[in-house]
């Protein structure tokens, strides 16, 4: 089970730190990526974890975003900074068991298992 949390209302510039708890798998194991869904829009992917720490983000949030993972806590982060009004989605938060543990990718039909969503608004 995944439990996304973190998201609001912000303004435009703004930071937050989006979280990611695990529950009823062996954390370590698995590679996490942070997605978002806009209404009316696809899924498209924002930033993954591999197993040993390396992270790959989407172009539109390159520079601007820094995932991480605690394994002690079975949790992921996803900080976000400089925030635009182009950001505000649902985001979250999935995992796949590691093939890699040295890399991760954006593709969603990789990932099996997702938590329930978190949204952000971000106002201009």
């Known amino acids: 089970q995944l439990q996304a949390s973190g998201g609001g209302l912000v303004q435009s510039g703004a930071s937050l730190r989006l979280s990611c708890a695990a529950s009823?798998?062996?954390?370590?194991?698995?590679?996490i990526g942070w997605f978002r869904q806009v209404p009316g829009k696809e899924r498209e992917g924002v930033s993954c974890?591999?197993?040993?720490?390396?992270?790959s983000n989407e172009d539109s949030v390159y520079g601007r975003v820094t995932i991480s993972r605690n394994n002690a806590k079975n949790t992921a982060y996803l900080e976000m900074n400089s925030l635009k009004p182009e950001d505000t989605a649902v985001y979250y938060c999935?995992?796949?068991?590691?093939?890699?543990?040295?890399?991760?990718?954006?593709?969603?039909?990789?990932?099996?298992?997702w938590g329930q969503g978190t949204l952000v608004t971000v106002s201009s």
């Open positions: 999935a995992t796949q068991l590691a093939i890699d543990p040295t890399s991760c990718g954006l593709f969603l039909e990789d990932y099996h298992f």
């Open positions: 009823g798998l062996y954390f370590q194991d698995y590679t």
């Open positions: 974890i591999s197993v040993l720490g390396d992270s």
